[in-house]
């Protein structure tokens, strides 16, 4: 049974790390290989935390410059999101803290949409009142996370956008599962009470 479990983890495990070993010996195509299995997730985490598209872009970067610089010395052994995902929200609160504010009203609105990556699911073709109300619905649900304090906002948004379980929330902000379930559940009733205000 135990043979079955690590054959049922080692997979996405060994993929990243022979990916990391190739890079390592200068295989571009292999570094490549890495952005690609993970730039999605990624860039929905950061543009979900940090609101800005080409503030996200630059965090994005950052962080793929920094698994670069870090080869050499990344374990093989271990899956490769989870420290993805924790370079991503170092990157995010590194930003943040640096710009200090960031207004939701220096969004761009239409044009933010469109240049976003996230694809919004629409039912079939709705009437241009249906979209706006949906556009506005997402604003607002995009200010409420906005709203959150940092800590809670990384759990929200690494468990919606991302659709992460609270085990791999936990490793990837370095906390243990317990604290990411109670930020979530703080989370909540905040993001209710903002909705409502509204």
Request: charged share 25%.
């Amino acid at each position: 049974m135990q043979t079955q479990e690590r054959i049922g983890v080692q997979p996405q495990t060994s993929v990243d790390g022979v990916l990391i070993q190739q890079a390592r010996a200068g295989d571009e195509h292999a570094f490549e290989g890495l952005v690609r299995r993970y730039q999605r997730p990624l860039f929905q985490y950061i543009y979900h935390f940090v609101g800005d598209y080409d503030l996200a872009c630059d965090v994005f970067q950052q962080v793929f410059l920094q698994l670069y610089r870090s080869l050499p010395t990344i374990r093989t052994t271990q899956p490769l999101k989870p420290w993805l995902l924790r370079v991503a929200h170092n990157g995010c609160v590194s930003e943040l803290r640096r710009k200090r504010l960031i207004h939701f009203s220096d969004l761009e609105g239409a044009d933010e949409e469109d240049s976003c990556p996230l694809v919004t699911l629409a039912d079939g073709k709705p009437l241009p009142e249906e979209m706006a109300e949906q556009h506005d619905l997402q604003q607002r649900l995009r200010q409420a996370i906005f709203a959150l304090p940092p800590k809670l906002r990384a759990v929200v948004v690494l468990r919606y956008a991302t659709q992460l379980s609270f085990p791999e929330i936990g490793q990837a902000l370095g906390i243990p599962v317990a604290t990411a379930k109670a930020r979530f559940q703080r989370a909540r009733p905040l993001l209710r009470a903002s909705l409502r205000g509204e």
